[in-house]
């Protein structure tokens, strides 16, 4: 596109809510420099219907879906050790660890004739090991042999998840009308995912995860975040691994 239309392209999708894609490191740079106090990034809808809809779980719509002062808010008190540097350096050991291990597993799902059949499944769960050793402190075993049950809930719910916000997101928004198939299937997965996460939190907090190793410093950071309701805490955790995947 950028070939055919230039540097700077803009499109209008769904809605016809203008879209606009810079191509340039400059302009990247410009943007990024100029995002101002409050930026404003149009939120999940499907997402945040859910959460405002359970309060007994949510008192916000998320880092992800959430504007103003209640985002930075958030930003502020959830992010610095994930955004560290520091964070960054102390965690590369690790990441060996498990480019090693997931080296091991290709080595040993190649058949005769040196071919991975599905590699993109080991993809994914290389995918869901780093994501939750960096965001949970802790190996949940995907690039095992045998994959625990934990660990298979939580992959089904956030494949799930991902599936779901994507068929609400691009399709007719009538779960807004009516709670059709692919909403159900939001909210199950959603509330999975937060009975996942709520069982790690809470034995973490029952077993005293104030020894804060490298590899345990954001999920530490992010459970004594001060002035924060346990539920924000548990929605950040259920954001970065679902932003994790995704990406």
Same mark, same amino acid.
């Given at each position: 596109?950028?070939?055919?239309?230039?540097?700077?392209? +803009?499109?209008?999708? =769904?809605?016809? @809510?203008?879209?606009?894609?810079?191509?340039?490191?400059?302009? @990247?740079? +410009?943007?990024?420099?100029?995002?101002?106090?409050?930026? @404003?990034?149009?939120?999940?809808?499907?997402?945040?219907?859910? +959460?405002?809809?359970?309060? #007994?779980?949510?008192?916000?719509?998320?880092?992800?879906?959430?504007?103003?002062?209640?985002?930075?808010?958030?930003?502020?008190?959830?992010?610095?050790?994930?955004?560290?540097?520091?964070? @960054?350096r102390n965690f590369l050991p690790e990441v060996?660890?498990?480019?090693? #291990?997931?080296?091991?597993?290709?080595?040993?799902?190649? #058949?005769?004739?040196?071919?991975?059949?599905?590699?993109?499944?080991?993809?994914? +769960?290389?995918?869901?090991?780093?994501?939750?050793? =960096?965001?949970?402190?802790?190996? =949940?075993?995907?690039?095992?042999?045998?994959?625990?049950?934990?660990?298979?809930?939580?992959?089904?719910?956030?494949?799930?998840?991902?599936?779901?916000?994507?068929?609400?997101?691009?399709?007719?928004?009538?779960?807004?009308?009516?709670?059709?198939?692919?909403?159900? #299937?939001?909210?199950?997965?959603?509330?999975?995912?937060?009975?996942?996460?709520?069982?790690?939190?809470?034995?973490?907090?029952? !077993?005293?995860?104030?020894?804060?190793?490298?590899?345990?410093?954001?999920?530490?950071?992010?459970?004594?975040?001060?002035?924060?309701?346990?539920?924000?805490?548990?929605?950040?955790?259920? !954001?970065?691994?679902?932003?994790?995947?995704?990406?």
């Amino acid at each position: 596109m950028f070939s055919r239309y230039g540097d700077i392209i +803009r499109e209008e999708a =769904l809605w016809n @809510i203008p879209v606009l894609s810079v191509k340039e490191r400059d302009f @990247i740079e +410009r943007v990024l420099r100029h995002s101002g106090k409050y930026p @404003i990034r149009p939120p999940n809808e499907v997402t945040a219907n859910y +959460r405002n809809s359970r309060p #007994d779980r949510y008192t916000n719509t998320g880092l992800v879906n959430e504007q103003g002062e209640i985002w930075a808010n958030l930003r502020n008190k959830l992010t610095p050790e994930l955004t560290s540097p520091r964070t @960054i350096r102390n965690f590369l050991p690790e990441v060996n660890l498990l480019a090693d #291990d997931f080296n091991a597993l290709i080595a040993q799902a190649r #058949d005769s004739n040196n071919t991975v059949k599905g590699f993109e499944s080991y993809c994914n +769960r290389m995918g869901l090991e780093s994501t939750c050793t =960096l965001i949970l402190g802790r190996r =949940l075993g995907f690039l095992d042999g045998e994959i625990s049950d934990t660990a298979t809930r939580l992959a089904d719910a956030v494949t799930s998840q991902f599936r779901a916000s994507q068929e609400a997101f691009y399709g007719l928004p009538l779960w807004k009308l009516i709670p059709t198939k692919a909403y159900k #299937d939001f909210v199950a997965s959603e509330d999975s995912l937060y009975d996942i996460v709520s069982e790690i939190v809470d034995s973490a907090l029952t !077993d005293e995860q104030q020894s804060c190793t490298d590899v345990r410093s954001v999920f530490v950071s992010i459970l004594q975040a001060p002035g924060l309701d346990i539920r924000d805490k548990k929605a950040a955790i259920i !954001d970065y691994i679902a932003a994790g995947i995704k990406t």
